[in-house]
Structure formats: structure tokens, C-alpha cells
């Protein structure tokens, strides 16, 4: 019997989590990817197991890795890349293919599923790998740290602010083709216009997360701070930033203007206009800030350009008088 291995066209958000998803299911359980049978007339079998199911796009998985760009992974797919090349794993022409331990022949699709299976458990029982989890949330937490005393200085410097977020997103006809490189270089205009642009002339700070979720792919939160005194209304002022950014992305992408919403947010309020002496409402716009730094698996990315920082915060302006 051989396996059927799909090769329906994902993004590379989507093969990204797959591969998670693949290593997080192997970590739970003992199961190889597939359990051979012999009847007592000798005759094999072969039966699915519960791990099964998540090899059905192995080969965009390995050819996630094929690609150009020099990336920094999740550990997820650093195990999945690690196994693939400990067993030696390959693309060729005819599919992928692997070698027998004693190099006499090419493993069936199952065997070969069955050993990539059995390194990635080895591997995601080092302490490197568990040690990731634990490294990222300390480092949401000493951000969050630094990001409530930025505000605090921002609410300190003028009277009122004007506190605006945006979550800038990519249409879903355009998700499939998109890189996350692509994403940063939206970004780098998107700061660009910040310097120049006149809507910005009464920005005191800014900050800007690119994250990446499971239904949305790629996207990037931002929360920006105005003067008070020079900008009145923060749901124009939102909307004029999502404009830029459907003009940025040539149309291919969308926002949400979370400040035309404000209802969802109920007594946690933490964006529109905040006066600098009341006592109640800053704890509420460092709640809303912390989730630009949130500590959260299912929104981290799981690649990166080499060195790319996911959390951008723009230098303190002071208020023009």
C-alpha cells in the first residue's frame, strides 16, 4: 500500500503551521506514522494511527526549506528540518526519498514517514527545544515591562493622547502567494510613511507587531499615540492609517479599525482619548499595548527573516507646540 500524499496549494503561513502541528502531535503520543501488520498467513498490512493524518502535505513541508531566503525558525520547524536531514530525507523528481540505515535501498513512503517521525520525538525531548517556549514567554513579559513605561512617559507628555489601533491584515486571494518577507518589507514602508507622511504630524509613539495566526495568516498590529490637542477624532485618524495601508500593499491588503469598535472592548477600554489625570485608564491601555506583546503559541511566527526583530517600537517624539 502506498500513502497518498497531498499536494494541495498552501501559503507559507499554512505549511508553517502544519509543520507545527505535525511536531506538536508526535510529542503527545508514542504512535509511529504508520503501524505495519502481518496476518498469521504472513501477509502485511498497513494501518493509519492517530499521527497519520498530519503528513498529508509532507512535501510543501520539506520544501518550506528549499527556499531562498535565509530564515530564523520556530523550534518547531527547526526539529522538523533537523529530522528531515538527520534520516536524509530528499526532493527529487519521482517524490521524496530516503535511504535504508545500511544504504541498500529506498524506504517505502510509510517507512520513511515512521523514521521522520521517530527523530522528531528524540529531538523534542532536548532541553533546547523545550527551553524555547519558556524563552519566548519571558521575553512577551520584558516587553510588556518596557512597553508600560513607554506609555506611561506618552501619557505623561501631554494633557489628553489619542490612542489609536489598527490590525492590518492581507486579503485571503492574496495570503496563498505571500512570503513573510513580503510582510516585513510592508512594514519598512509603512515606517517610512510614519517619518514623512502628514498624517503622522501629531504622532508622539508608535509600535507594531507582525504576527501570524491560523485563520489570517500574516498581519501586523499597531497602536499609535497622538497629541490630543491637535487630533479629535481617533476613529478618522485610525481610518486614515488603514487607507495608507490598502495604498501600501497595492490593494492586496485590508484593516481593522479597532477604535470604530470600541464597544466589544466593555469596561477594558484602553484606546480613544486618555486624559493624563485619570486614575482608572492607564491600566486599561497597558492591557491593550501588552497584546502587541502578548505570550501566546498560536500567534508567534514560526519563521522570520534572519534577524528581523516581530516587535518594532518607533523612538519618543516630543509634542510639537
Known sequence: ??????????????????????????QRTRSPAFKFIKSALGQERLQATCVSRYFEHIQRMVSLFDEDPSYDFSEHLQVFRDACQYIGLERSPVGLTCLSDDETRYLRTEEMLNALTDRIR???SS???????????????????TITET???????VPSTIVVRVDLHYSSAFQYRQRVEDVF?????????IERNEIFDDLIWHICS???GEDRGYHIHTALFFDGAKVDCDVHKARQVGRLWE???????????????????????????????????????????????????????RLKPEGAR???KGQLRKPTL
Open 247 to 301: 495604498d501600501i500593499t497595492r490593494g492586496q491588503g485590508y484593516y481593522f479599525n479597532c477604535n470604530a469598535n470600541k464597544e466589544r472592548y466593555g469596561d477594558n477600554l484602553g484606546i480613544g482619548r486618555v486624559d493624563r489625570n485619570d486614575p482608572g485608564i492607564r491600566s486599561k491601555v497597558h492591557k491593550a499595548m501588552h497584546y502587541l506583546a502578548k505570550d501566546e503559541d498560536t500567534q508567534h511566527l
Open 1 to 26: 500500500m502506498t500513502t497518498r500524499i497531498n499536494r494541495h496549494l498552501l501559503s507559507q503561513s499554512d505549511i508553517a503551521i502544519q509543520i507545527e502541528r505535525l511536531v506538536k502531535a508526535i
Open 122 to 124: 528524540h529531538l523534542t
Open 210 to 212: 507582525v504576527e501570524q
Open 185 to 193: 518589507a510592508d512594514l519598512d514602508r509603512l515606517r517610512r510613511e
Open 127 to 145: 532541553k533546547q527545544y523545550r527551553r524555547a517556549a519558556v524563552n519566548r514567554r519571558f521575553q512577551a513579559r520584558d516587553q510588556q515591562s
Open 310 to 312: 516581530c516587535l518594532r
Open 151 to 157: 506609555v506611561d512617559r506618552v501619557l505623561d507628555s
